[in-house]
């Protein structure tokens, strides 16, 4: 039986494995950070070679312009056997991690990856940047399609597979419609993507993610006089643009927390009463979960009259990201600074526009433009939120897949993380995407000490073997 020669050589490989998920990892490929650019073409070069050994036919594809290039999409195909009659699967994944700052709260290098022996409930676990997000989830995927030519000779293990791995995904994926649209029709023959890069519903319990959300990210800048002055001569005579920018962002919500922005909640979806039950079922402790991050019930904190996870799966948001104005070094400087800007971000969902919102906001600002004042906006992307189709074949596939690998129900969850890839497939081609991701929530994403848990690797390069046989099967 080809599925179980598959999970054995796995398992009699796993210690080659995790090294050359190791080796992966100790390449910085901060893809957003153009003092990392050869390192990041190394990382994606790395995994077009893995997939080589594994039979496939593998491109590195350029992206961007002649002038301002971005990094290669890795594209590989398995033909598929010649009696496959299952779904044509899109894999995509992203080889670009986050950057590692702030470097001080790491307690090991982020490019060192080491393994730290199981402490209470965190299991035996591999520490280091993109350990979880993506490298550690995109290695299961490649380490599955290799126990499948290892021991059965066949690309895939006999099923049609395209893979497409970005390098852009952490800072906005700014290349990838371009990229999709001038692919369209080799990626236009694939049936289903499939996405290893989300979380599980807990510990030991696997999920697919059926909708992630979107997003639109903004840059502002509020301008005053045309020079920093002395407060104490200037203070109370002039706008200071540090004092009149935050208050004009704390009108972006009203008592309820909801965002204040006129048509900001136009096309939102809105929870059916079957989701708000089925959701509740998930038995998802929210008090456990704030207990994590070193808050008590009283963090509860959101808009009025939903629950965290509604929030988080269904619910539009408004954040600031980061205020950057004045002086902020050590000890006391009495300025008004010329300027102050602000990163402002809204987590979207089915079927509010990335676009829309972004010049919602704009219009929002240029309204509430303070006197004396003048704004200049930059537009940093985002992208659009998906929710996708719960009852197709290859979604059972991929449920089935996971109950035979890790003997373990298949939880249907929702997250709040955007992946913006999904909703330009599903717009650009109509294509529906699978997330079958083994993340957990305190893996630290995207934060020092990112870590993956071998339990969740070894339930996640399972379940990939094992869909394949699922797959296989769909005639
Ligand atoms: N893998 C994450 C998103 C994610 C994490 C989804 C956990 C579900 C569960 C992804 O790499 C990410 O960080 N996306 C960015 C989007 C972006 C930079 C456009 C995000 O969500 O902030
Ligand atoms: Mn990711
Ligand atoms: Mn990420």
């Excluded at 590989?76 to 992203?94: K, M």
């Excluded at 990229?179 to 696997?206: Q, W, Y």
Aim: aromatic residues 8%.
């Amino acid at each position: 039986m080809s599925t179980q020669d598959a999970l054995s050589w796995l398992e009699t490989h796993e210690s080659d494995s995790i090294a050359r998920l190791i080796q992966w990892l100790a390449i910085p490929s901060v893809g957003t950070d153009p003092a990392h650019d050869e390192d990041t073409a190394r990382a994606g070069q790395w995994a077009a070679d893995h997939l080589k050994v594994s039979g496939f036919e593998v491109e590195l594809c350029p992206t961007g312009t002649a002038d301002s290039p971005g990094h290669p999409i890795v594209m590989a195909s398995s033909a598929g056997s010649d009696d496959y009659t299952g779904p044509h699967v899109l894999f995509y994944g992203h080889y670009d991690v986050q950057p590692a700052d702030p470097i001080e709260l790491w307690e090991s290098d982020p490019f060192t990856p080491i393994i730290k022996p199981a402490q209470g409930e965190v299991g035996e676990r591999i520490v280091a940047r993109g350990a979880c997000d993506d490298k550690g989830q995109v290695m299961m995927f490649l380490e599955a399609m290799r126990a499948w030519y290892e021991t059965t000779g066949q690309p895939g293990g006999g099923v049609k597979f395209t893979v497409m791995l970005e390098g852009e995904e952490e800072s906005g994926s700014v290349n990838l419609e371009r990229f999709i649209r001038e692919h369209a029709e080799r990626l236009g023959k694939t049936d289903v993507c499939l996405i290893s890069d989300t979380g599980m519903l807990g510990r030991g319990k696997p999920a697919i993610t059926y909708g992630v959300r979107g997003l639109a990210y903004t840059e502002i800048t509020l301008i005053g006089p045309d020079q920093d002055l002395h407060s104490g001569l200037w203070g109370g005579r002039v706008p200071n643009p540090i004092n009149e920018l935050v208050k004009v962002l704390s009108q972006l919500w009203d008592e309820d927390r909801r965002v204040t922005i006129p048509g900001f909640y136009e096309g939102v979806r809105l929870l059916t009463d079957e989701e708000r039950k089925t959701w509740k079922q998930l038995g998802v402790d929210p008090v456990a979960a704030l207990r994590g991050i070193g808050l008590g019930a009283d963090g509860d904190v959101g808009e009025k009259g939903f629950t965290a996870i509604e929030r988080e799966w269904a619910r539009p948001t408004a954040d600031i990201n980061g205020i950057i104005g004045g002086y902020t070094g050590p000890g006391a400087k009495t300025v008004i600074p010329s300027q102050a800007s602000a990163k402002v971000s809204f987590r979207l969902v089915d079927d509010q526009d990335s676009a829309k919102i972004t010049q919602a906001f704009f219009e929002w600002l240029e309204e509430r433009t303070p006197a004396g004042c003048r704004w200049v906006f930059e537009d940093h992307g985002g992208g659009a939120p998906a929710t996708c189709a719960t009852e197709s074949e290859p979604l059972r596939a991929a449920a089935r897949a996971i109950e035979q690998a890790c003997h373990q129900p298949t939880a249907m969850i929702k997250s709040g993380g955007s992946i913006p890839v999904a909703g330009l497939l599903k717009e650009t081609l109509g294509l529906e995407t699978i997330f079958m991701g083994f993340g957990l929530e305190d893996d630290r994403v995207h934060s020092p000490n990112e870590k993956f848990e071998l339990d969740c690797y070894r339930m996640g390069a399972r379940s990939h073997v094992v869909l394949v046989e699922q797959l296989k099967r769909i005639g």
